[in-house]
């Protein structure tokens, strides 16, 4: 079993609808992460958390540590929208990534 | 700041060659790590570093060699090169893999390496 989990593995949906990709991890960690492949392959950071909620724009990521359970929300979604995002967690020295969720809004 | 820089941007090699993934970044960062991005796989850790002259395995370091003889500079040898080696490889860094909020990680641009 992979150490994160995320879902969708695929998600296409209309501009203008609210996104969610969830993130399970299986491990305890100290920080999670979320970060953003564009179809040119570049990647970005998107969040760091260790608790509670951040906004960023039309992007807000949430956590539940009793959970181990992520989210990441995308309100207002836009065509510029589409990448794969992918979740990570930090455990000791080390960064462990999901495989991603690959996000197609359609105009 | 040029932030973390790669090279090259692609390269072909043919099985049982051997070259070097260049990576360097201007931003003092002590942490610096080689990952691999494979279809369906996700980023998978080949080797990473904490500091100069400190370096340790990660998930996937077989064929692999690294080390860090500056603060700047972390290059990844492909010892001999075999055809499962061929995928994309990223370079990472940042001041802490952990420590809040000094743990964002900042990527190359990638390398894309076809092994025939």
């Known amino acids: 079993k992979n150490e994160v989990e995320q879902s969708p593995q695929n998600l296409t949906a209309q501009e203008g609808e609210f996104i969610t990709i969830n993130c399970s991890y299986s491990v305890g960690i100290s920080a999670l992460h979320w970060l953003q492949q564009h179809p040119g392959g570049g990647i970005v950071s998107l969040f760091m958390?260790?608790?509670g909620k951040k906004k960023h724009g039309r992007l807000i990521a949430t956590i539940n540590i009793q959970e181990k359970h992520s989210s990441l929300h995308i309100t207002a979604s836009h065509p510029r929208d589409s990448a794969v995002y992918i979740c990570?967690?930090?455990?000791?020295?080390?960064?462990?990534f999901g495989k991603g969720t690959r996000l197609h809004i359609l105009p | 700041n040029a932030g973390v820089t790669q090279t090259p941007k692609f390269q072909v090699l043919k099985t049982g060659q051997s070259m070097t993934l260049q990576c360097a970044q201007d931003?003092?960062?002590?942490?610096m790590s080689w990952y691999r991005q494979d279809p369906g796989m996700g980023l998978r850790l080949i080797h990473y570093s904490v500091g100069a002259g400190i370096t340790d395995q990660g998930e996937v370091p077989n064929g692999y060699n690294v080390s860090r003889s500056t603060t700047e500079d972390f290059p990844l040898r492909l010892l001999s090169a075999a055809p499962s080696q061929t995928s994309v490889y990223f370079c990472?860094?940042?001041?802490?893999?952990?420590?809040?909020?000094?743990?964002?990680?900042?990527f190359g641009p990638g390398t894309r390496l076809t092994v025939l």
């Open positions: 990472a860094s940042s001041y802490s893999p952990i420590v809040m909020p000094y743990n964002e990680q900042f």
């Open positions: 990570a967690v930090a455990r000791d020295d080390k960064i462990i």
């Open positions: 931003m003092n960062h002590e942490y």
């Open positions: 958390l260790s608790s």
